[in-house]
């Protein structure tokens, strides 16, 4: 690593201490550039400010970043779009339960209106959209983007609500033995998909998809 690199690196594992040490209120570039033991000149030259040094540490940390191929690579085409969501949604599971700064960062982002926030919803709703549009339309007989929304926005609600609740339903939201009973719901729920989408792999039901009707722009 160059010298630039481990300082950002220094600055970054910095930001994360700072999350979990005092929550997003705590957060800003005074204390990151004492805790990181370098001139807050440096966050700004380096990250352009916090706005910049929050976008780059989610860039390593948010799900849709380290799993930009899930649907990219010719050996996910190969399965059913029903496995691919059901992966996309434990994998959900997964990243959020095992890092609870990042939790605390959805949580800030939801109750917080500002540069970052904007700049990491659309970050994630392009990927997100990326992911689903390629499923979008493969039956007439759902709805797959609202369908897919709830079942998401329920495991991010659950994963937030764990740190003021203990269970949700009488569901424990804290345990192991709480988390695999809510998967075994989205496996239910991914189940009761039209049969199509979990019988034909992704690649046969593209194969025989309309295309679509260039516009006269396109033309």
């Given at each position: 690593m160059s010298r630039r690199e481990r300082t950002e690196r220094q600055i970054l594992d910095a930001l994360e201490a700072q999350i979990r040490e005092t929550g997003m209120g705590g957060v800003g570039v005074?204390?990151?550039a004492n805790r990181a033991g370098v001139s807050k000149e440096l966050i700004y030259r380096y990250f352009?400010?916090?706005?910049g040094l929050l976008l780059a540490w989610m860039q390593e940390q948010d799900f849709w970043t380290s799993h930009h191929d899930l649907l990219t690579s010719g050996e996910s085409s190969q399965q059913s779009p029903g496995t691919l969501v059901l992966s996309m949604l434990k994998a959900q599971i997964e990243a959020l339960g095992k890092n609870e700064t990042l939790r605390e960062v959805r949580r800030w982002e939801l109750i917080e209106v500002n540069e970052v926030t904007a700049k990491l919803a659309n970050r994630r709703e392009k990927a997100a959209r990326a992911f689903i549009d390629r499923i979008d339309g493969l039956t007439p007989?759902?709805?797959?983007?609202a369908v897919v929304s709830i079942m998401l926005a329920g495991i991010l609600y659950l994963m937030l609500r764990s740190?003021?609740?203990s269970h949700f339903l009488g569901v424990p939201l804290r345990t192991e033995e709480g988390w695999q009973?809510?998967?075994?719901?989205l496996e239910q729920i991914v189940q009761a998909f039209p049969p199509e989408l979990n019988g034909d792999s992704l690649a046969a039901l593209e194969s025989g998809r309309e295309p679509?009707?260039?516009s006269s722009k396109e033309q």
């Open positions: 005074n204390a990151i352009d400010g916090m706005p007989n759902m709805d797959v983007p740190k003021t609740e009973r809510l998967s075994a719901a679509k009707k260039r």
